[in-house]
């Protein structure tokens, strides 16, 4: 993969300044979302239908989602840019395996993982290096395996920066993300709209695909 670009520095600088209030914020955060439960509980099925194998959760902040995703009948373990939210997610939940990374490249071989999950983790990604990660996503991903892309949705509006509370961040039309992970070699299972909640600001965009046609 090509060198990335210095966003990754600063996001993981980012997230460390901030990594135990979000993390407090982040616990108990799928409580109040039952269509967000949803497509991680359809993602699990479809992996568990596929057989068994290990999945990623990329992107895994504090852990909150690897471990709802464990409770799902995953074997799961979580990758972040963020030694600090790293420190905390060994920290809640001792019993996962939690590591320092970058999904842009990680040290695994080919066709390694049955799963991942990038649950709002690309969006902090300059869009023009979208494709990249996507391929190498493809490369981690046995035939057949399973990817979920959690993301803000652009609502009709081409993709767009706008002000995260962490640090710079992307919205991205459903369909042209789904067009890039089809280029990248994933069929499109379905997909999940859901409209801004209490004291959110956009639509979620989430998608389920499959390497593999």
């Not at 616990?27 to 992996?47: G, I, K, M, S």
């Not at 999945?55 to 600090?84: I, K, N, W, Y």
């Not at 490249?105 to 066709?111: C, E, N």
């Amino acid at each position: 993969m090509t060198e990335p670009s210095s966003h990754l520095g600063s996001t993981a600088d980012a997230y460390d300044a901030v990594a135990r209030r979000y993390a407090d914020m982040a616990r108990d955060a799928l409580d109040a979302f039952p269509l967000d439960r949803a497509v991680l509980a359809a993602f699990a099925a479809y992996v568990q239908s596929a057989g068994a194998g290990p999945v990623a959760e990329l992107g895994c902040g504090p852990g909150q989602t690897t471990a709802h995703l464990r409770d799902l009948g995953l074997d799961v373990f979580g990758v972040d840019l963020s030694p600090v939210m790293i420190g905390l997610a060994r920290e809640a939940y001792p019993d996962l395996r939690f590591e320092v990374g970058s999904m842009h490249a990680l040290d695994l071989a080919d066709g390694a993982l049955n799963g991942i999950v990038s649950w709002y983790s690309l969006i902090h990604t300059p869009p023009e290096e979208i494709p990249a990660y996507l391929a190498e996503f493809g490369r981690l991903l046995a035939t057949g395996g399973h990817l979920l892309l959690g993301f803000f949705e652009s609502e009709g509006g081409p993709v767009s920066a706008f002000d995260h509370k962490v640090t710079t961040a992307y919205r991205w039309p459903i369909d042209e993300l789904a067009v890039l992970a089809g280029r990248a070699g994933f069929a499109e299972i379905g997909r999940m709209l859901r409209e801004p909640g209490e004291g959110e600001r956009f639509r979620r965009g989430h998608l389920v695909l499959r390497k593999g046609r």
